[in-house]
């Protein structure tokens, strides 16, 4: 049984978002660009969370005060055929292009970060700040030499799998098939390793996780992961790994996605009512705009009729908490998975991530600890693989 996240008396908004403002904010995980790419999408509007499933846009983002983070290039895992891995390489590049396309479109609002210290100097002119990640590598293409292209083309971390075992490394949610990485998987290491790239465990095996904290030159991150101690769901950490990660310097950023906070059952209905929606809209990102508002549509319906069981907003601070109790301050981060399942009661879009800072300082955490959760652990470990990747 977890404890209660926090039971201390809240400072007023007005404190939380006046520490939180000069603080650098990041987060390690936004799925964000996968809704960029939607048809109609504009990100420099205000959305509502509940109807247009889009948890983070600019208004949003000066609201919550986040300054930026990870913007992710996500490729569904498929078939590990020569179609298949064809097919990931070019959605990989054109995931990539939507990110530099959005920077392109508004340079006065997104600024591209190459380095640790280009994080602050783009905050500082009012900017969101945007680092560019890999979230499985199976648009490699099993071609360990690609990753240097996604590395000029702006990408500083990356992971090697995602929900099913690829030709890099064991899923936590699929069968064994390398005992941790493969062979490309120590390549791709190396690779991260030479380049100056972050190395991301979230999403691999355990075993995974433990041959990447041998064979890394540098410190690596789980850029949203949770607590097995207070979940045990296998994409969650247990204590002894934890341990091992910050041993090496590295740090977990913790993540929102409600089902690795807890078990959430959904009723009969709610289930058979998504699986009929899913059957009827296959392939959605590639659809017509027509088909993707009426989808959305469905899906506000199937929500009203089929409420979701969510977890809350203590449930994620219990797993926060836990992780900073056992490995400290230096060692935890945040990666709340926005737009990509991430988002709990209370927490719902990128509008109310300073409600974080604000639990942290009930819980009597300085300043200089929130602002080492917030951004500045993560770019301490980038300064770290980059002085690593220049020897």
Same mark, same amino acid.
């Given at each position: ?198 190395? !991301?465990? @979230? ?8 041959? /990447?904290? =041998? ?5 690596? #991150? +789980? ?125 719902? !879009?990128? @509008? ?8 942290? /300082?009930? =819980? ?5 600890? #929130? +602002? ?20």
């Amino acid at each position: 049984m977890c404890q209660p996240a926090f039971a201390k008396t809240l400072p007023t908004e007005r404190a939380a978002r006046a520490l939180h403002e000069r603080i650098l904010t990041l987060d390690t995980h936004l799925d964000t660009p996968a809704v960029v790419a939607r048809p109609g999408f504009d990100i420099l509007k205000h959305n509502d969370w509940k109807t247009a499933f889009a948890q983070v846009d600019v208004p949003r983002m000066k609201e919550g005060g986040l300054d930026g983070g990870f913007w992710v290039i996500y490729t569904a895992q498929g078939p590990r055929t020569p179609e298949g891995l064809n097919a990931a390489r070019d959605a990989g590049l054109m995931r990539a292009v939507v990110i530099r396309e959005m920077l392109a479109r508004s340079p006065k609002v997104f600024g591209l970060a190459l380095k640790a210290d280009d994080a602050a100097k783009i905050a500082a002119e009012g900017k969101r700040v945007v680092f560019m990640s890999i979230k499985n590598s199976y648009p490699l293409a099993k071609d360990v030499s690609l990753l240097q292209t996604y590395y000029k083309l702006g990408v500083r971390l990356v992971g090697p799998v995602h929900f099913a075992t690829n030709d890099w490394a064991d899923s936590s949610t699929d069968k064994a098939e390398w005992g941790g990485l493969s062979p490309l998987g120590k390549q791709l290491v190396a690779e991260a390793n030479r380049l100056g790239m972050i190395l !991301d465990q @979230s999403h691999a095996s355990d075993l995974v996780l433990d041959q /990447m904290l =041998e064979l890394s030159t540098a410190p690596i #991150i +789980a850029s949203h992961s949770g607590c097995k101690a207070i979940y045990d769901h296998p994409r969650n950490l247990d204590d002894d790994r934890l341990k091992a990660l910050a041993e090496k310097g590295g740090v977990i950023q913790m993540n929102a996605f409600g089902a690795y906070l807890k078990a959430l059952p959904q009723s009969p209905e709610r289930r058979e009512a998504l699986a009929k929606l899913s059957a009827a809209y296959p392939n959605l990102a590639s659809r017509s705009q027509a088909d993707q508002e009426a989808f959305r549509q469905a899906r506000v319906r199937l929500d009203a009729e089929f409420p979701e069981n969510r977890a809350t907003f203590d449930d994620f601070m219990a797993h926060l908490l836990h992780a900073i109790r056992l490995i400290g301050v230096d060692h935890v981060g945040i990666g709340l998975d926005w737009d990509g399942g991430g988002g709990v009661v209370g927490l719902e !879009d990128a @509008s109310k991530v300073w409600k974080i800072t604000q639990a942290l /300082m009930a =819980e009597g955490y300085s300043e200089e600890d #929130i +602002a080492k959760i917030w951004g500045g652990n993560v770019l301490r470990v980038m300064r770290e693989v980059e002085a690593k990747a220049q020897k």
